[in-house]
């Protein structure tokens, strides 16, 4: 009912949700609504150079590349290649492809030829494996510009992050990753719980500072 009142998906965002379930990708990409916060929280923040880890079909990646406007950049990381060609093509069918850029590879692999580059990031948003949840964000830290926002998706893994069993290393990357938020001096942080299209779900909004 939102998504059809509010307007909220686009006959190009619909189709990029199509092109994932047509290649046989997981149906994991962010709802419509979620979508559309991070676009918005990329507009009103000011965002400019946006870093992005995981990538799958490219629908948050549309989104935040929207948010950030033409004169913004966005840089995503992938580690399937497979996932990566579908996005570039969501990307060129989008109009936004001048200013994106991905990178495939594992990203901790791939996170440490960032931090040679001179540009820094004012707008992250970690969406991959959970289990190196902890990892992305010190990386995030490292590669921020004061001020910068960092967005967390799936942070309640249905509850279980609660009280996570000794196996369940997804729920534990989370759990670990907000205790991290929680005590890093540098990190003012919201955890937000949703209940949506994704069933229980949520996402951790924090703010940088110097
Ligand atoms: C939840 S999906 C991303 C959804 C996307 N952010 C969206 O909302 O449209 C997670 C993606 O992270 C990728 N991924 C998993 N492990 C990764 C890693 N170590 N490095 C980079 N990407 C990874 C997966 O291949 C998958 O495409």
Same mark, same amino acid.
């Given at each position: 009912?939102?998504?059809?009142?509010?307007?909220?998906e686009?006959?190009? @965002?619909?189709?990029? $949700?199509e092109?994932?379930?047509?290649?046989?990708?997981?149906?994991?990409? *962010?709802?419509?609504?979620?979508? #559309?916060?991070?676009?918005?929280?990329?507009? *009103?923040?000011?965002?400019t150079?946006?870093?992005?880890?995981?990538? @799958?079909?490219?629908?948050?990646?549309?989104?935040?590349? =929207?948010?950030?406007?033409?004169?913004?950049?966005v840089?995503?990381?992938?580690?399937?290649?497979?996932?990566?060609?579908?996005?570039?093509?969501?990307?060129?069918?989008?109009?936004?492809?001048?200013?994106?850029?991905?990178?495939?590879?594992?990203?901790?692999?791939?996170?440490?030829? @960032?931090a040679g580059?001179?540009e820094?990031?004012?707008?992250?948003?970690?969406?991959? %494996? #959970?289990e190196?949840?902890?990892?992305?964000?010190?990386?995030? @830290?490292?590669?921020?510009? !004061?001020?910068?926002?960092? *967005?967390v %998706?799936?942070?309640? $893994?249905?509850? $279980?992050?609660?009280? !996570?069993?000794p196996?369940?290393?997804?729920? =534990?990357?989370? =759990? %670990?990753?907000l205790e991290?938020?929680?005590?890093? !001096?540098?990190? +003012?942080?919201?955890?937000? +719980?949703?209940?949506?299209? #994704?069933?229980?779900?949520?996402?951790?909004?924090?703010?940088?500072?110097?």
């Amino acid at each position: 009912m939102f998504n059809r009142v509010l307007h909220t998906e686009d006959s190009v @965002l619909a189709a990029v $949700r199509e092109s994932a379930i047509t290649a046989g990708m997981p149906a994991i990409e *962010v709802s419509a609504q979620h979508g #559309k916060l991070l676009s918005l929280l990329a507009t *009103v923040s000011g965002a400019t150079r946006v870093l992005e880890i995981g990538t @799958l079909a490219g629908y948050s990646t549309i989104n935040l590349a =929207r948010g950030v406007g033409e004169s913004g950049r966005v840089s995503t990381l992938e580690y399937d290649p497979r996932h990566a060609e579908v996005a570039r093509a969501n990307f060129a069918a989008a109009g936004v492809v001048d200013r994106i850029e991905v990178i495939v590879g594992a990203a901790l692999d791939t996170l440490p030829t @960032l931090a040679g580059r001179a540009e820094r990031y004012d707008f992250f948003f970690i969406d991959a %494996d #959970k289990e190196n949840n902890s990892a992305y964000l010190e990386w995030a @830290l490292r590669l921020a510009t !004061p001020g910068a926002l960092i *967005v967390v %998706d799936n942070i309640t $893994r249905m509850g $279980r992050v609660l009280d !996570p069993a000794p196996d369940d290393l997804q729920a =534990r990357g989370v =759990r %670990d990753m907000l205790e991290l938020m929680g005590a890093h !001096p540098r990190l +003012q942080t919201a955890a937000i +719980q949703t209940v949506g299209t #994704k069933g229980w779900d949520g996402f951790a909004v924090a703010v940088v500072g110097s």
